[in-house]
């Protein structure tokens, strides 16, 4: 404890004045020894008249007592209270019954919820509308519902940074509360999004709603409020859907999201929507097998009349399949185990077109194909001609000696010359395909006699650091693809080259066996003139479809590899296909006057050469307005962007997505611009919205009348260094006190008879 001193005069005069009415104190009392007062009387008055000038005095020097004390106190809960025109709405539909604000004050306190909030928590009161104002530190009685507008967003910052400086100003020392209460109507015209603003807060917000006819007669709704998907699409490659729909009043609800293509079922997805989830995006996954343009309806299947939910309108749209196929010529001198496995993903996927010839016997070989390739060859190829058909050549366990000279040639010239491309499967005949100069000029490997003699395994595999990057192994950033190359099955057997070459890539090597200059390489590539051409050390890859991890659209290790490999190995290295470009917005429906947050990203299984995104919003009135993308440091492929929404409406986002000056994929959203509501009138309760930023921050939806919703404190009570001043002056303590006690003194002489 501290005592200061602030004197209205200064010190001497108060020591003279203080003397001086010690001197007339002391006549008084002789006076009153003159008139016979009895003794005990005049000491009475002594004392009384000594406390008078003590008083008197310290009135004069104006004293300021400091002391400081622990409090227990729980952590702080912001509570803000909407005091806007819109909760001054009558309940009942009728108009009759008490105002939203009144009612959910009156519910907050006869329910007990107010009683166990300020038991649990230190309770920091604000009023808001257009803006936030503090209140007392008791609970509010007097407010009125008189607020022009609301700005939910504006108001949280503001409530926020005043906390903030209140907390600075106590010297509190722990962390600062995150967690705000919010009774409102859900009515917001601020231009700030209040998701966002509370996001950028790192605030947690519940959310009590008033009740009101206008929430119970919205009744349940869902809609597809967008889809997104390329417009141009590689035929066979995966095409995604993002598909946004909205609901209100059917949480939990069984629904199964459906995928047609010219009135064929391609895709379902069963999902159901989580209390406080008013918005969900869901990805449907389709690989079209038909070029052409194709028309796609995605719709909802709510179950039928006895669901009791309602009908969704279809969403209605068209993209153009690109009906490219890849060429691809399979040559082995050897049956082995992988080809049937090899074969499949070629049968499957009908982005390639495979022609294949084992040999049966002497001079004599089994052709396969499929009966829509370009070509059909009359025999296995003996020149450069009869293999120019083909975009990719795969070498399985090849005998060079088998095969015409010209063919040897012709296969360098095609990978050198017309950039086409080559892939080689070793095996134990690997050392005679190195001793072919024409071929072992092209292999990313050293190939000596001792890579025909196999590593026996198990082999355990793992990819390099530069495999992740490559296009052959890339794979997204999130979900079951993501892992599908952290644990690889072990290979039984590799055949082991002695080292890669300068230029080469090592992408798959031994994580324990090797020689002299490394790890054993199983899976190199590199550039070879216009061509490229890749090694695979081992023959029983297939491994990695019996036994690897298989990801969300059923994709093993093995079919992912081959898939990557052919495609990223193709004429003109088309990419449309496995690339997805998304534009997200941080809700699908606003209001007149609000911004809208932009997300785009790209979603690809494969790097993206110079990368360049442009999009720009088509407007109400028909006016292009071009939109600045700037990069998230945090997320690479990712971009933000945001414009105003001045007027009612549908605005559309175009996104469009180049790699070396070429368009590889594009996408369009749609967003919903609704005429803001006045603060009068009929104004519905917005139930979804408070829903929505519960959710989205963490927090719960609260009915007083329901314990099991009530908010807990995440911390126990802490002990909390307390400054206390008490300035005895300017609560007129000393002044009142002065008062009384000649007050007093009077009365005692006048009851006595000595006035």
Known sequence: MSLTWVPILPVWLIAVIA?????????????????????????????????AVVVLVLC????????????????????????????????????SGPTRLRDAMDRLRSSGLEKSLSDKFTLRWFAFDGDARPLDAAAPSGIAAAGETTRLGDSLATAWSYYRQTRARESVSDAASGRVLLITDGVDHGAQDAVAEAQRLGVTIDTVVPKGPAAEREGKRLSIAGVQSARRVLMGSESRFLVTLRQHGIERAPLKLLLTEDGEKVATMEFTFNPGQDERQIVLNHRPRMPGLKKYVISVDTGGPAAQLPEVKPYEMSAQVI????????????????????????????????????????????????????????????????????????????????????????????????????????????????????????????????????????????????????????????????????????????????????AATILVEASKEGNTYGNLIVIAEHTVGRGRVVYVGTDTLWKWQTMGSVDESGNTPYVAFWQQTLRALGPGRLHEGSVSLW?????????????????????????????????????????????????????????????????????RVTATLSSDGR??????????????????????????????????????????????????????????????????????????????VLGFDWLLRLLRGYV
């Not at 009415?21 to 009384?48: C, D, E, M, N, T």
């Not at 050392?431 to 006699?449: F, G, K, N």
């Not at 997320?635 to 945001?642: A, D, I, L, M």
Request: negative net charge.
């Open 663 to 740: 368009p590889i994929s594009d996408t369009v959203s749609a967003i919903d611009v609704l005429e803001s509501a006045s603060e009068t009138g009929s104004v519905a309760i917005d139930q979804a919205a408070l829903t929505r930023l519960a959710a989205a921050t963490g927090g719960r939806v609260i009915d007083p009348d329901k314990h099991d919703t009530w908010p807990t404190a995440d911390a126990a009570k802490i002990s909390v260094p307390q400054t206390r001043r008490v300035n005895l002056w300017d609560g007129f303590w000393l002044p009142v006190l002065l008062c009384a």
């Open 323 to 502: 009906g490219h196929r890849s060429e691809v010529l399979v040559l082995q001198d050897t049956w082995r185990w992988d080809f049937k496995f090899l074969r499949r993903v070629f049968e499957d996927d009908p982005s390639f077109s495979f022609t294949s010839f084992l040999p049966r016997g002497e001079g004599t070989f089994m052709h396969f194909g499929e009966p829509d390739r370009k070509v059909n060859p009359a025999g296995p190829p003996r020149t450069k001609a009869e293999i120019d058909w083909y975009d990719t050549i795969v070498l399985g366990d090849f005998r060079p000696g088998a095969w015409s000279p010209a063919l040897l040639s012709g296969i360098a010239k095609m990978v050198a010359e017309d950039g086409k491309s080559l892939v080689v499967v070793a095996g134990p005949n690997i050392a005679r395909l190195a001793q072919v100069p024409e071929l072992a000029q092209l292999l990313p490997v050293e190939i000596t006699e001792e890579s025909s003699k196999p590593t026996r395994g198990p082999v355990d595999v793992r990819l390099t650091a530069e495999a992740r990057q490559s296009p052959l192994f890339f794979s997204p950033t999130t979900g079951a693809a993501a892992q599908r190359w952290n644990a690889l099955p072990a290979m039984d057997q590799v055949y082991a080259p002695l080292r890669k070459r300068p």
């Open 583 to 651: 534009v997200q917005p941080d809700r699908t429906q606003y209001g007149t006057g609000q911004t809208v947050n932009l997300v785009t990203s790209i979603e690809a299984d494969h790097p993206v050469i110079a990368p360049k995104v442009e999009a720009a919003v088509a407007l109400p009135d028909g006016k292009t307005l071009p939109l600045i993308l700037f990069p998230d440091p945090a997320r690479p492929g990712t971009y933000t962007s945001q414009f105003d929404t001045a007027a009612p409406g549908s605005y």
């Open 19 to 51: 003397a001086a009415l010690a001197v007339l104190l002391i006549h008084g009392s002789l006076v009153l020894f003159r008139k016979k007062v009895p003794g005990r009387w005049i000491a009475y008055l002594f004392v009384l008249r000594v406390v």
């Open 60 to 95: 004069l020097l104006q004293p300021t007592v400091l002391y400081r004390h622990d409090e227990e106190r729980g952590p702080d809960l912001i509570v803000m209270v909407d005091t806007s025109k819109s909760m001054a709405t009558p309940v009942n539909a009728d108009g």
